[in-house]
């Protein structure tokens, strides 16, 4: 994953001198629930860092490494917590539910490794408080054109284990 430590051997710089960002900047930029929509049906296996962050505006996050880790833990969280969730059709056959519950579970866990791969490799450089607030806290939306959004800190206190 070349491009991703790239990413990540940019810092994220405050200075008075800077103009910040606000927040709300990316609300109506970056809706969670279309890219997670499209990612439901791949194979969670072959995900890679491209595939989290959408590319009509992956260059806006080039800079803003906390920014980006943000958006994908999202998206991998999300995906995560539908795969738990799921209360599709499950065939009548309890050799095949018992294995389309196996391969959730499986999903599960290959969802969990690209989220720690991915925080770990965020973390191979110093990191501030103020960029995992960033991490934590940084709202997206959900949906376009909605005012609904997400923060990664949602997660944590609702992780289904």
Request: glycine residues 2%.
């Amino acid at each position: 994953m070349p491009s991703m430590n790239n990413w990540f051997r940019m810092s994220s710089e405050a200075s008075p001198l800077l103009l910040a960002r606000n927040p709300s900047d990316y609300l109506n930029t970056f809706p969670i629930f279309p890219l997670v929509e499209a990612l439901e049906a791949t194979n969670f296996i072959h995900l890679r860092w491209q595939d989290l962050i959408p590319r009509t505006v992956s260059a806006s996050f080039d800079t803003e490494p906390c920014k980006s880790l943000a958006f994908a833990l999202i998206v991998l969280l999300e995906l995560r917590k539908r795969q738990i969730a799921w209360k599709g059709q499950y065939p009548t056959n309890s050799y095949e539910q018992w294995t389309e519950e196996e391969a959730r579970a499986r999903d599960v866990e290959i969802l969990e490794d690209k989220m720690s791969e991915f925080w770990e490799t965020f973390l191979t450089q110093y990191r501030s408080s103020s960029d995992l607030h960033d991490v934590l806290w940084t709202p997206f939306l959900l949906k376009k054109d909605k005012s609904r959004t997400i923060r990664g800190v949602k997660f944590f206190f609702h992780l289904q284990l």
